[in-house]
């Protein structure tokens, strides 16, 4: 068994199973900081044995971890984090990294249509990240011929020449991206997956995630507020298709949250803006490939159909994170206007050339 050292504390991971996270979803207690925080970093250090830190990851899953944990294995990911932050303040888009597998991953060209309508935005993403191992980010940007493995530094300067970055998980977050294997072996999502979109390498004051149920949101929320080394003002988060970071069509609760203030929440009813959309219209063959063109296509004023309705309530909701807009509604006449305008298809061309 690992044991205490100088360089941790007197928690190695097979104590903490014995003594306060594995003894049950019902009976296991929760960690301190001090705790988590050591947890993670032999994490990082590869010093659990393999069949220890299944279990553990497995704990984590089963209690479910508050706030206070996740702050604090986020803030141990910070300390191994390259940032570079771009002169602009975009909005981060922390999308799943483990991607999607049947509908448009539409983030590319919503991002852009923000762009042009003045909000900055960056994504994030891994390649091929456990469990689901889907197309993501990096993925779609590759289809379209945007240069993808870049230095944290080259990520932040095309943010500024463009309005729209891409940052590669393995460049500005390699302790993590080292994990690879070890998440693979487990089958099924841990922790890391959920503090992964919340990185922020390019210190964005804005966070825009996606969650599945109104508390998961909170609890994301509440961790941005325990940790120590977050600088997140605002933070929007919404029902995501798929997980992802798109809208999903009907009626999506939105939840937000500005630094000093309440979280509020409300719901966009896509029907209202004249789109009588299904997540069975968005869905797609191939996601890399099909998300790529129909991008394209788009941005290009080539298609005005319902995939082109979804990237305008995307862009809308992207320019109303970053407060360009007081409402949705607000947000998808900027949006459209941006969209009718050469802009977008010149934000892409920049991209490709960058």
Request: charged letters at 30%; one cysteine or more; proline letters at 4%.
């Amino acid at each position: 068994m690992a044991s205490a050292t100088e360089r941790y504390g007197d928690w190695p991971l097979k104590r903490l199973m014995t003594e306060v996270v594995g003894s049950g979803h019902k009976s296991a207690d929760d960690m301190t900081r001090d705790q988590a925080s050591e947890a993670f970093r032999r994490i990082l250090d590869d010093d659990p044995d393999r069949t220890t830190l299944g279990a553990f990851w497995l704990a984590n899953r089963w209690k479910r971890n508050t706030p206070e944990e996740l702050g604090a294995y986020v803030d141990v990911m910070a300390a191994g984090v390259e940032t570079a932050e771009p002169d602009c303040d975009p909005v981060d888009c922390g999308a799943n990294y483990d991607g999607k597998g049947r509908t448009a991953l539409l983030g590319v060209a919503a991002g852009l249509v923000a762009a042009a309508a003045g909000t900055p935005v960056v994504v994030h993403s891994g390649d091929r990240v456990p469990t689901q191992k889907q197309d993501a980010y990096k993925h779609v940007l590759d289809e379209l011929g945007v240069r993808t493995e870049l230095s944290p530094d080259e990520s932040a300067e095309m943010t500024d020449e463009v309005g729209f970055g891409f940052y590669y998980q393995p460049a500005f977050a390699p302790e993590v991206d080292a994990l690879f294997d070890r998440r693979d072996k487990m089958g099924v999502r841990t922790f890391v997956n959920t503090i992964e979109t919340l990185a922020n390498p390019a210190s964005a004051s804005v966070h825009l995630g996606s969650f599945y149920h109104l508390p998961y949101a909170k609890r994301i929320i509440d961790t941005f507020g325990a940790s120590e080394t977050s600088d997140i003002e605002r933070v929007v988060m919404f029902q995501g298709l798929e997980g992802y970071d798109d809208i999903r069509p009907g009626s999506t609760k939105v939840a937000v949250w500005d630094h000093g203030s309440e979280i509020e929440d409300f719901d966009i009813e896509t029907p209202e803006y004249g789109m009588d959309l299904e997540s069975d219209d968005l869905g797609v063959d191939d996601v890399a490939v099909d998300s790529a063109a129909i991008t394209e296509e788009i941005l290009r004023g080539d298609r005005r159909d319902q995939f082109a309705d979804a990237v305008a309530v995307n862009a809308a909701l992207r320019i109303y994170a970053g407060g360009g807009v007081s409402d949705i509604s607000e947000g998808l006449d900027v949006a459209r206007e941006a969209i009718e305008s050469a802009e977008p298809a010149d934000r892409l061309d920049a991209l490709r050339a960058f």
